[in-house]
Each structure stands twice: as structure tokens, then as C-alpha cells.
């Protein structure tokens, strides 16, 4: 009971340090990315190709995990499915602290992927489900721009230590976080679907009836620029920045990059989380953050001949529209019934992630033709743009709907 009354109760310290460690390792990789791979012997053009080849393992193991993660978080509960995922990720970033070749590195950066899958969609599934509706959003808003400072705490660490003690760090953490989870206990609502017949977890039923299909895929498309932009435009903003159309007036550090623009994502993840809030609507929180976001994006494009303090400014910048990803979960967890909510809520996130192998494959092709790397990071962000706009627009309001009923 005093869950409903409490914000910052049990279930939501626990799952924002959850989700602080988990988006640590999560964007570790981007930070690394460069130093880990000169020290395995990489140099020039291969440091971009295989870092996005990299990039692009990590998140198919989270695309696998959010769907092996969700199922699991509705038919088995949401407390044991957040102990397996926090000791898979952390044993595989500790690990990965260890590798001497690319294929070692490989296999640790998909096991660390498919481990960070479930952090998050099941720690705002159990977050929504043991707070009121009105509080449910402060629940969800705290988780989400607490854990995205990991990604500041990992450029600071990165930064202090050698790129293996950085995984072995977060590595540590993870471990350290699986003490916390006996505060955890399951919500009413899960112990209600636990003692019921209706059927849990079933991820093919999300493709079986059109309407719930047409919901399902503009949650995802929704989520998509966040990625577009930590994926493409933060992780390359050195390729960017020494492009000939921008020709920025200093030396870019995508580690820095990171760093810079996650605070202003943890900054504009409470502030878009307090906007819905405020205003009583998913939606519209939603739909402002879209639209403030393209236009930090075409300041992006054509912030030509810019030094070096103004263009980590800009990142910055973009990062609190991006922030929106807190609204973004809490209304991916608010559309769908108890028997497919962590099913939904943890797949959902990681299709997103996963879409980054679209995005960067679409991303190469336009680069390799006549755009170059400009043209395609424009072509890509107007395609993943317009459609989360467009998803915004049409999928339901969730702000008030009761969650505790069944599909």
C-alpha cells in the first residue's frame, strides 16, 4: 500500500541504479570504442567499420534478450528475471575486460547485450505496476534520468582508468547491484496474473491481432531517433566533425561526445518526464520532444566552421529533446494488458536498440554513394523522424488508463 503513497519507494531506487549500471555498460562500448580497438592492433577506416560491426552484435543480443527477457518477466515474474540479467552482464562485461582478439570481443559484447536487455523494460514494468496512475510517471521519470547519468559516470571512468578497468568497473557494479535486489518484491497486479488462467508472456499474440501489432510497431518506431543519435550522430561525431561540410575547429573525442550529450539527456529525461506530468499526456510530451528535436538536428547539420567547446554544446543540446526516451518507456509500459506488459515493455526498448542495425546499415549504404556521411546522417534522421512523429500522433493516450486488467 504505502507503494501507491511513496515515490521514490523500494522499486524505484532499486531499478533507477538497476538502469544506472545497465546504461554504464550499455554505452561503455561507444566510449572504448576507439582506444580497445588500436590496442587489439586495429588502425584507420577499420576502427569505424568494425566498431559499427561491434555496435551492431551488442544490440542483436539485446533484440534476442528483450524478447527471451520479456516472456520470462511475465510467465516466470519480474524480481528473478532482474537477477538473471544483472549477473549475465556483468560476468560478460568483467570478461570483456579480458579479451585479446576481435572474436572474443565479439562474443562478449552480444552475452553483455543480451544481459542489459532486461534491466529496463522490467524495472519500469514493475515500477508502473506498484505505483498509482498519478504516480506513476515520477516513478518512471526518476528511474530513467537517474540511470542515463551511467553513461557520465562510464566517460569519467573511461577516462580515469584504462578502457579494461572501465568494463571490469561496470562489471563490479552489476554484481554489487544484485545485493539491492532483496529490498524487490513482485506488484499486486503480477501476483494477481500469477493466480489466473489467462496466458502470459505469449510474444507471438503481439503479431496475431492487427490492432495490437499496429500499437506494438509505433511504440518501437517512436523510440528509433533516440538511437538514430547515439548510434550514428554521437558515436561517429568524430568521422562528423572531420568531414569536409562541417570541418569543426578542434579534436572530437567520441568519449567526450558521450558524455556531453547523456547530460543533457538525463536532464531532459526528467524534464520531459515532469512535462507529461504536468500536462497529463504521454502524447503530447511526446510529439513537443520530436519536434524541439529536429530542430537541434538541423543545427547539428549546419554547424560548419563551429570550435570544438560549441559543437560538444550542441550535443548536449540534442540530448534533452532526447531525453524523451523516459515518456517513451512509461507509455510502452501503459499500453498493454499485466499477461503481456514485461513481455512489451522489455522487447520494445531493445527493438529499438536493434533498429540501430537498420539505421547504421542504411546509414553505410547512403555514405558509400553520392550523400557521404552528411547526406546519409540527414537522409536516415528524416526517415526515422517523420515516423516517430507520425506514431506519436496516432497511438493512444495512456496517461490515465488504469493497468490493471489482462489482453
Same mark, same amino acid.
Given at each position: 500500500?504505502?507503494?501507491?503513497?511513496?515515490?521514490?519507494?523500494?522499486?524505484?531506487?532499486?531499478?533507477?541504479?538497476?538502469?544506472?549500471?545497465?546504461?554504464?555498460?550499455?554505452?561503455?562500448?561507444?566510449?572504448? +570504442?576507439?582506444?580497445?580497438?588500436?590496442?587489439?592492433?586495429? $588502425?584507420?577506416?577499420?576502427?569505424?567499420?568494425?566498431?559499427?560491426n561491434l555496435l551492431n552484435v551488442q544490440m542483436i543480443g539485446m533484440l534476442l534478450g528483450g524478447i527471451i527477457w520479456g516472456v520470462l518477466g511475465d510467465k516466470r515474474g519480474r524480481i528473478s528475471v532482474l537477477f538473471l540479467t544483472i549477473l549475465l552482464y556483468s560476468v560478460a562485461n568483467i570478461l570483456n575486460g579480458m579479451v585479446h582478439t576481435l572474436n572474443e570481443y565479439y562474443v562478449c559484447r552480444f552475452f553483455a547485450g543480451l544481459g542489459l536487455a532486461g534491466e529496463l523494460g522490467v524495472g519500469i514494468t514493475l515500477v508502473a505496476e506498484v505505483m498509482s496512475q498519478e504516480k506513476r510517471g515520477?516513478?518512471?521519470?526518476?528511474?530513467?534520468?537517474?540511470?542515463i547519468a551511467g553513461a557520465i559516470a562510464g566517460f569519467l571512468?573511461?577516462?580515469?582508468?584504462? =578502457? +579494461?578497468?572501465?568494463?571490469?568497473?561496470?562489471?563490479?557494479?552489476?554484481?554489487?547491484?544484485?545485493v539491492l535486489r532483496v529490498l524487490m518484491y513482485e506488484s499486486g497486479m503480477y501476483s494477481k496474473l500469477k493466480q489466473s488462467t489467462v496466458k502470459k508472456?505469449?510474444?507471438?499474440?503481439?503479431?496475431?491481432? +492487427?490492432? +495490437?501489432?499496429?500499437?506494438?510497431?509505433?511504440?518501437?518506431?517512436?523510440?528509433?531517433?533516440?538511437?538514430y543519435i547515439i548510434g550514428v550522430l554521437v558515436t561517429l561525431s568524430p568521422e562528423f566533425a572531420s568531414e569536409k561540410g562541417l570541418n569543426i575547429v578542434g579534436?572530437?573525442?567520441?568519449?567526450?561526445?558521450?558524455?556531453?550529450?547523456?547530460?543533457?539527456?538525463?536532464?531532459?529525461?526528467?524534464?520531459?518526464?515532469?512535462?507529461?506530468?504536468?500536462?497529463?499526456?504521454r502524447k503530447k510530451a511526446?510529439?513537443?520532444?520530436?519536434?524541439?528535436?529536429?530542430? $537541434?538536428?538541423?543545427w547539428f547539420f549546419l554547424s560548419s566552421g563551429v570550435t570544438e567547446p560549441t559543437f560538444y554544446f550542441i550535443l548536449l543540446v540534442i540530448g534533452?529533446?532526447?531525453?524523451? =526516451?523516459?515518456?517513451?518507456?512509461?507509455?510502452?509500459s501503459e499500453q498493454f494488458g499485466t499477461n503481456l506488459r514485461a513481455t512489451t515493455t522489455t522487447s520494445i526498448p531493445n527493438f529499438v536498440r536493434g533498429a540501430t542495425v537498420l539505421v547504421t546499415t542504411a546509414f553505410n549504404f547512403f555514405k558509400s554513394g553520392s550523400l557521404g556521411i552528411l547526406g546519409a546522417g540527414i537522409a536516415v534522421g528524416i526517415v526515422v523522424i517523420v515516423l516517430a512523429i507520425y506514431s506519436s500522433f496516432t497511438i493512444d493516450e495512456s496517461y490515465h488508463k488504469d493497468l490493471d486488467y489482462f489482453e
Open positions: 500500500m504505502n507503494s501507491h503513497k511513496k515515490i521514490l519507494n523500494a522499486a524505484v531506487i532499486v531499478a533507477a541504479l538497476g538502469y544506472f549500471v545497465d546504461v554504464y555498460d550499455l554505452i561503455l562500448f561507444s566510449i572504448v +570504442r576507439v582506444p580497445s580497438l588500436k590496442d587489439l592492433g586495429l $588502425t584507420g577506416e577499420a576502427l569505424t567499420t568494425v566498431g559499427l515520477f516513478g518512471t521519470t526518476i528511474v530513467s534520468s537517474i540511470g571512468v573511461s577516462d580515469l582508468f584504462d =578502457w +579494461r578497468v572501465a568494463y571490469y568497473f561496470g562489471g563490479g557494479m552489476g554484481l554489487m547491484l544484485l508472456g505469449s510474444f507471438l499474440s503481439l503479431f496475431s491481432n +492487427r490492432e +495490437r501489432f499496429i500499437k506494438y510497431l509505433k511504440c518501437i518506431l517512436i523510440g528509433v531517433p533516440v538511437w579534436n572530437i573525442v567520441a568519449g567526450k561526445a558521450v558524455m556531453y550529450h547523456y547530460i543533457g539527456a538525463s536532464i531532459g529525461a526528467f524534464l520531459t518526464g515532469m512535462l507529461s506530468q504536468y500536462i497529463k499526456s511526446l510529439i513537443i520532444s520530436l519536434f524541439t528535436l529536429a530542430a $537541434t538536428l538541423i534533452i529533446p532526447n531525453g524523451y =526516451w523516459s515518456v517513451f518507456v512509461t507509455t510502452a
